[in-house]
């Protein structure tokens, strides 16, 4: 079943118009696919989180070549696949080179990567569906796992297209320092209300545009990424100097306490894929606009 037949997410409606407050955001505005990942049984012809991947039977399966404690000897080590993304499914899904349609995401079962030695191994790989014409029957079992986190929950797609703004502490000039100022007052709005209410312990809510209004949480491509750990940072392509924009983010959980008013109206569970990133946080994952061919970038957040 595509994931167009299957019953929808829907995501609330924004507390509040956030370009009514604030008209000059307009220009920044930017759609994004929600994925909403629920447990199932996805096939090798769906989009879905964990599940097989439309594999040609002729092509070699990537590997990890990076030694790991506790691995199963010393060889390559299989990597798991994360997600397969159809651009028929996910309208936020740029075109791949060479106008491939299919985005293949798998990583390392192991955190032992990069300068640091405790980074993540992510592979990304292109191709059009309607080539695959003898899929594999098996993909290969990593052997070993370093960390649970990193074996994802077969899950379905529930695609939602919903628009976001940019991470608040990017907005700069006049526009920043008024959004700043009206998130610094509904901040202090709650504080003193939830103060008067505290005998009671049912102090108010009040929107902001960090949590509210805009970057969405959970499972998403395009649109804007969030900077929550590190700051604003930037992600230029390594090849070209080009400013990569956010392909696609895969997060340990579909909302948190600070951003309930993303919960879906039909269901809202935290965590169904079952994935941890780094420290309960999220994976961002950049393209090139000006070459799909060039290296992708990444950031934890």
Not at 10 to 28: G, I, K, M, Y
Not at 150 to 163: G, S, W
Not at 192 to 221: F, H, I, N, R
Request: hydrophobic residues 35%; contains cysteine.
């Amino acid at each position: 079943m595509r994931a167009s037949d299957r019953p929808g997410r829907t995501t609330p409606p924004r507390p509040l118009d956030v370009e009514s407050l604030f008209p000059t955001l307009a220009a920044h505005r930017r759609t994004a696919t929600r994925l909403h990942p629920r447990p199932g049984t996805p096939g090798p012809h769906d989009s879905h989180v964990g599940g097989p991947l439309l594999w040609p039977a002729d092509e070699p399966w990537p590997v990890c070549t990076t030694p790991h404690r506790r691995a199963p000897g010393p060889g390559p080590l299989p990597l798991v696949a994360l997600t397969q993304l159809h651009a028929r499914d996910v309208p936020d899904l740029p075109a791949g080179p060479d106008g491939c349609d299919l985005l293949q995401v798998l990583w390392c079962p192991f955190d032992a990567h990069g300068p640091t030695g405790y980074g993540m191994y992510t592979h990304l790989r292109w191709r059009r569906a309607a080539e695959v014409r003898e899929p594999a029957a098996e993909r290969p079992a990593p052997g070993a796992v370093g960390f649970d986190g990193y074996l994802p929950e077969p899950c379905v797609l529930h695609p939602e297209r919903i628009t976001e703004y940019p991470y608040i502490e990017l907005l700069t000039g006049e526009l920043g320092a008024a959004v700043e100022e009206w998130e610094d007052a509904q901040e202090e709005a709650a504080y003193e209300a939830g103060e008067e209410a505290e005998e009671d312990g049912d102090g108010p809510w009040l929107p902001t545009y960090q949590c509210d209004l805009s970057v969405a949480p959970g499972w998403k491509v395009g649109g804007h990424a969030a900077w929550n750990l590190t700051g604003p940072g930037t992600m230029d392509c390594e090849a070209c100097g080009c400013p990569m924009e956010l392909l696609l983010t895969v997060a340990t959980t579909e909302w948190q306490a600070d951003r309930t008013s993303w919960i879906p109206l039909e269901d809202g569970p935290m965590s169904p894929t079952g994935v941890v990133v780094g420290n309960h946080g999220k994976l961002n994952v950049f393209a090139c606009p000006r070459n799909p061919s060039h290296p992708h970038g990444f950031s934890i957040q």
